[in-house]
């Protein structure tokens, strides 16, 4: 830190992503990407002319992506909001509605935390039920911004869509958040729930189950005015967050969505198959609908199995906080890369007897 950062800010423990090495090659299960890469189309939509037009600024509206979006989800273009990963929208979520406060859970997505000492919020962190679970009333008339992940990360767990409305319906002068990274691979979006409720911010991504993580693409749904809001933000802070390369390549993503949806299929069927394996090995695993699972072991410790399968070339995540500090989680690769994963544990598993 030099001596002339704010010290407030010098203070703040910034977000920590999952290690990219760049060393050799692993079998990456540690930052829930897709083992799919993206269709034909989309790789074919970038060639000589789409790099030399990178002489352009690209669309600061984003019109073709927000209107192909609209049409996908059935909602109008002006409920859609266009950012820099998924990350941008909460970024921008809590500078504009984090004023009176902020609750979310004590283990969900680590980067609410960081918008929450960035932005100066008073962060009210409900702790989940000891089964991992939200209990919807603990989120009831908070007078503040509420974040729900749903399914949440990192335990994969899903709330029901009644949960969702009952807390959407006992806020309704705040806004509600709820971050639907991983709702492709087995959710139920709240998106049903838009038209009535004017306090609800739906938050999607292109990284998981759409396959483009690196293009930084993710997006807001919700009522005009909120949406209004966000752009103002956007407009004060950078309107071409959303470069050339990505409005083409994730408009062509689109124009192939069942592709990805597909493949969603194909890492709902490994995840349930790998979850069986686990728990045929005495690990407990939670019941995840997403492209990651949970689980913990009474044979073998949640940094000791990290380390051991690192060590193999098998990278998964290890978070160091107390309460889950026993558990893994674990990204669904193909099949493959699962075979060689459960291979691996049970061997690590073998040799400590
Ligand atoms: C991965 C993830 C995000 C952020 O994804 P982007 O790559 O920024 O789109 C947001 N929320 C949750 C819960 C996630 O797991």
Do not use: W
């Amino acid at each position: 830190m030099s001596r002339f950062i704010e010290e407030r800010l010098g203070r703040i423990n910034e977000y920590v992503p999952g290690e990219q090495p760049q060393d050799k090659k692993y079998i990456k299960l540690n930052t829930n990407e897709s083992p799919y890469p993206p269709p034909a189309n989309v790789t074919e939509a970038v060639g000589k002319k789409e790099i030399e037009d990178l002489r352009l600024y690209s669309d600061p509206e984003c019109r073709l992506l927000k209107e192909k979006l609209a049409e996908i989800y059935g909602v109008k273009p002006g409920n859609m909001f266009i950012s820099n990963g998924s990350d941008e929208v909460l970024n921008f979520a809590f500078m504009c509605y984090g004023h009176k406060g902020a609750s979310f859970a004590d283990i969900t997505y680590g980067f609410y935390i960081v918008f929450a000492e960035l932005y100066g919020i008073d962060a009210d962190i409900i702790p989940l039920k000891d089964d991992l679970t939200i209990d919807p009333a603990d989120y009831f008339n908070k007078g503040r911004l509420v974040v729900i992940a749903n399914p949440n990360a990192p335990t994969g767990m899903l709330m029901s869509l009644a949960d969702v409305k009952a807390i959407l319906e006992n806020n309704t002068d705040d806004v509600v958040i709820v971050d639907e990274a991983y709702v492709d691979f087995g959710g139920e979006s709240a998106l049903s729930l838009l038209a009535e409720h004017d306090n609800l911010l739906v938050v999607r991504t292109f990284s998981k189950s759409r396959s483009m993580a690196g293009a930084r693409l993710g997006f807001g749904i919700a009522d005009e005015a909120i949406i209004r809001d966000l752009e103002k933000i956007r407009y004060s802070t950078n309107p071409y967050n959303i470069n050339r390369i990505t409005q083409i390549t994730g408009l062509r993503a689109l124009e192939n969505d069942g592709y990805f949806m597909d493949n969603c299929r194909r890492i709902i069927d490994t995840r349930e198959y790998v979850t069986e394996e686990l728990r045929k090995m005495g690990f407990f695993v939670t019941d995840s609908r997403t492209n990651f699972v949970f689980a913990r072991s009474d044979d073998i410790g949640g940094a000791e199995l990290y380390e051991a399968l690192k060590e193999r070339g098998i990278l998964i995540r290890h978070f160091s906080i107390p309460r889950i500090r026993d558990f893994n989680r674990i990204t669904i690769g193909s099949r493959e890369e699962m075979e060689i994963f459960l291979e691996n544990v049970r061997e690590i598993l073998a040799k400590k007897e």
